[in-house]
């Protein structure tokens, strides 16, 4: 059976980031992605704070357009303004690229095209081509529905089902809008641009999913000429929002590490995971290799805990009941009642 120090589940940002970092470190890694490239086909908005920059250094090509502002809809209601919000858009797929490049340059054995179908209680991979892999630590970078989370019994439990179009965008457009209504329960929707296109998308409660085509036609049909009407590319994906997860255990001798989506980083308001996956990635890396589990899970809590807790509580008090103007505003980062 083939053996390697660290074994990576997944190669997005999470993934890749943990590779390049655990290479790095001196260990023998093998990753490995179900899809036949990175980053493709992209599930994402493709919108990152631009405090990214200081993790992820250089992006090269990945960045679409800047983003200066946020406007928040709430209802029918005029936009708020949110003038300084500086972020990136990126060309996700192109992303994912280079945080693999890098992790195949740091010495990581980098596998496309190769899905776990399951993991041994004594932590041998077995892959759906047949062939099985067994390594001192496995690292599960494989998203919000993680077989290495179920594995060790860290499951998102809470999910937010999305559904997304990129649609032309008439005119240059430099803010994120945010739809906020109780008619998208348990989620919103969001209009962010890429240069002359424009990612149009909701996200809703799994019970809601059916409402999802409806409520983005309405969107669609609500932003009038400041869009056209055809649909460029259909995408969607689960959330986790049910907050961090335990980020490790053990199968058998071998160490489990969780990060990103797996660990359940994704922002249960916002539902942005990108920043926490690369960043939780380059620590499980390290962790893979001094084989510090505890150290990890501290780093995580430290990090990323209180701005999870706090998105988790106003998730959960929005989900009570049929929300009203105010609680919606109190649900959503641009305003200062959701920070109080
Ligand atoms: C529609 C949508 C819009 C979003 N918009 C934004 C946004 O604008 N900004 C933001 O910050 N976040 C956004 N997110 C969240 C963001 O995409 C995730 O938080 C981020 O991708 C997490 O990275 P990850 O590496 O943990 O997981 P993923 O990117 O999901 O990577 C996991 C990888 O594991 C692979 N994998 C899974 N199972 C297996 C298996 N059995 N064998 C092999 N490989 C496997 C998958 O193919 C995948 O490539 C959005 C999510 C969705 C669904």
Redesign the pocket.
């Known amino acids: 059976m083939e053996q390697a120090d660290v074994l990576v589940?997944?190669?997005?940002?999470?993934?890749a980031a943990a590779a390049a970092e655990a290479a790095r470190r001196g260990c023998k890694v093998v990753a490995?992605?179900?899809?036949r490239e990175p980053g493709l086909p992209v599930?994402?908005?493709?919108?990152?704070p631009a405090m990214i920059g200081l993790e992820v250094g250089e992006l090269n090509g990945a960045v679409r357009q800047r983003i200066s502002s946020m406007a928040t809809f709430v209802e029918e209601d005029a936009a708020d303004r949110q003038a300084d919000f500086p972020g990136l858009m990126l060309d996700r797929a192109a992303f994912d690229a280079l945080l693999v490049a890098r992790a195949v340059r740091a010495g990581a054995d980098c596998r496309f095209g190769?899905?776990?179908q399951r993991l041994t209680p004594e932590g041998v991979a077995k892959l759906r081509d047949g062939t099985a892999l067994r390594a001192r630590c496995i690292i599960g970078?494989?998203?919000?529905r993680s077989?290495a989370g179920r594995a060790i019994g860290s499951v998102n439990t809470e999910l937010v089902e999305?559904r997304?179009v990129t649609v032309p965008l008439r005119r240059a457009h430099a803010a994120t809008d945010i739809f906020l209504s109780a008619d998208i329960p348990g989620g919103y929707g969001w209009l962010?641009p890429k240069g002359d296109v424009a990612n149009l998308?909701a996200g809703v409660s799994p019970s809601r999913r059916a409402r999802l085509k409806p409520i983005l036609e309405k969107l669609h049909s609500g932003l009038g000429d400041r869009v056209g009407k055809e649909i460029l590319a259909t995408?969607?994906?689960?959330?986790p929002v049910g907050g961090l997860l335990r980020p490790w255990g053990r199968l058998g001798e071998t160490l489990v590490l969780l990060?990103?989506?797996?660990a359940g980083l994704?922002n249960p308001v916002t539902?942005?995971?990108?920043?926490a996956?690369v960043q939780s990635g380059r620590l499980a890396g390290e962790a893979a290799a001094n084989g510090d589990a505890a150290a990890y899970q501290e780093e995580l809590e430290d990090l990323f805990g209180a701005a999870l807790a706090r998105a988790l509580r106003r998730r959960r008090e929005l989900m009570e009941q049929v929300p009203t103007k105010a609680a919606l505003r109190r649900g959503w980062i641009a305003y200062p009642e959701y920070w109080q």
């Open positions: 589940l997944g190669l997005g940002p999470a993934g490995l992605e179900r899809k599930q994402c908005a493709e919108f990152v190769r899905q776990l970078a494989d998203g919000p077989q999305t997304q962010f998308g995408t969607g994906g689960a959330i990060a990103g989506d797996a994704a539902g942005a995971g990108i920043a996956a």
